[in-house]
């Protein structure tokens, strides 16, 4: 399976800390997607990365993706109680007809 | 009003039976997904469509079978359903048009095979 990789498996942290979340992958990609997941509802959708890319900002959110190493992060500034969720990275390989392969998620508990 | 609707939430049913999971989307996308995710394993693609005439296997199709009745109703049938397709199951939609689309999710159906 073409699976990426998150870690840490789990995090956990206060109110106000930032939170960083790292994706690794295996071969050449079109682009790398990171998502949320409230406990047991559907994915959303949080934002997109592309290969040529190196980093991109969206409110609190900052990915960064280093193809050289086939990595990419998250990070989530100042984090709320709200920001406790599983976030996942998925990625389009190169040739994949579109189709995005999802990673197994990150479980992060925000404390108030 | 949710633009992917899956029904039913919930459902539980015994091995052997057949069951019929539904999902309609209001969005006009033409590409639609069927996914499952089981604790651990994050979400594993079963099947896929581009267009209505259009089906694809995924990375576990073994099991399952889809029908793509419309351009906005995709359905996923266990044949002969087995304990180990309990799981909850995804629909997600996307725009046509080149690699860089993002899925929109329905909200999941639980399913128990007892």
């Known amino acids: 399976s073409q699976q990426g990789e998150e870690d840490p498996q789990a995090l956990s942290i206060q109110e106000g800390e930032n939170a960083t979340m790292n994706c690794s992958y295996k071969t050449s990609i079109n682009n790398l997607q990171w998502y949320r997941q409230n406990s047991g509802r559907g994915l959303v959708h949080l934002i997109l990365?592309?290969?040529?890319?190196r980093e991109k900002h969206s409110g609190r959110l900052r990915v960064t993706l280093d193809t050289s190493k086939k990595s990419s992060s998250l990070l989530i500034t100042a984090s709320r109680a709200a920001d406790t969720a599983s976030y996942f990275c998925a990625t389009v390989y190169t040739g994949a007809n579109s189709k995005l392969t999802f990673g197994k998620g990150i479980t992060l508990s925000v404390r108030p | 009003d949710a633009d992917v609707t899956q029904t039913p939430r919930n459902r539980i049913t015994k091995t052997g039976k057949r069951i019929m999971l539904e999902c309609s989307q209001t969005?006009?996308?033409?590409?639609m997904y069927w996914y499952r995710q089981d604790p651990g394993l994050g979400l594993r693609l079963i099947y896929y469509?581009?267009?209505?005439?259009?089906?694809n296997k995924g990375e576990i199709s073994d099991g399952y079978s889809v029908s793509r009745q419309a351009q906005a109703k995709f359905s996923l049938s266990l044949e002969s359903a087995i304990p180990n397709q309990t799981a909850l199951y995804f629909c997600?939609?996307?725009?046509?048009?080149?690699?860089?689309?993002?899925?929109?999710f329905g909200s999941g159906t639980q399913l128990s095979v007892l």
């Open positions: 469509s581009f267009d209505v005439k259009d089906i």
């Open positions: 969005k006009g996308h033409d590409r």
């Open positions: 997600a939609t996307s725009r046509a048009g080149g690699t860089n689309e993002k899925l929109f």
């Open positions: 990365i592309r290969s040529n890319e």
